[in-house]
């Protein structure tokens, strides 16, 4: 978005600051992360927690898994099952339309996260 500089000029700024689509190795992934951020930085909490949800299914069929092991997945990446259950509840008042508090966005966002985190490591 442009913002203004020292001297009165306007310039573009694609994104300020570290982000945590640095995690994923692949491209198309991080493009998804950067977009779940991006919505997260515009106030659209429900939008970014849909389309984190959204990531983590990409990210589980570019491992190998089939979607509906996301529990799988997530679990064998170190999410604890008490964190897996509480995003999967706000991911799905999110798909029911329910206003999502930016704390519980940040909680999805982190789990994602985390699963990226998790298989950079077992790259490496």
Same mark, same amino acid.
């Given at each position: 978005e442009p913002h203004a500089v020292p001297?009165?000029?306007?310039?573009?700024?694609?994104?300020?600051?570290?982000?945590?689509?640095?995690?994923?190795?692949?491209?198309?992934l991080r493009v998804e992360a950067e977009a779940v951020e991006h919505l997260l930085d515009h106030g659209d909490n429900a939008g970014a927690v849909i389309r984190a949800a959204g990531l983590l299914g990409?990210?589980?069929?570019?491992?190998?898994?089939? @979607?509906?092991?996301?529990?799988?997945?997530?679990?064998?990446?170190?999410v604890?099952?008490?964190r897996? =259950? =509480?995003?999967?509840?706000i991911v799905a008042a999110?798909? =029911?339309?329910? @206003?999502?508090d930016a704390i519980d966005a940040l909680l999805v966002l982190h789990?994602?996260?985390e699963v990226a985190?998790?298989? =950079?490591?077992?790259?490496?």
């Open positions: 001297g009165g000029a306007m310039m573009a700024v694609a994104a300020i600051g570290p982000s945590f689509a640095a995690c994923w190795a692949d491209p198309a990409l990210a589980a069929g570019s491992f190998g898994f089939d @979607p509906d092991d996301e529990p799988l997945l997530v679990l064998l990446h170190g604890s099952g008490r897996y =259950r =509480r995003y999967h509840q999110a798909n =029911r339309g329910q @206003p999502v789990v994602v996260t985190l998790a298989s =950079r490591l077992a790259l490496a």
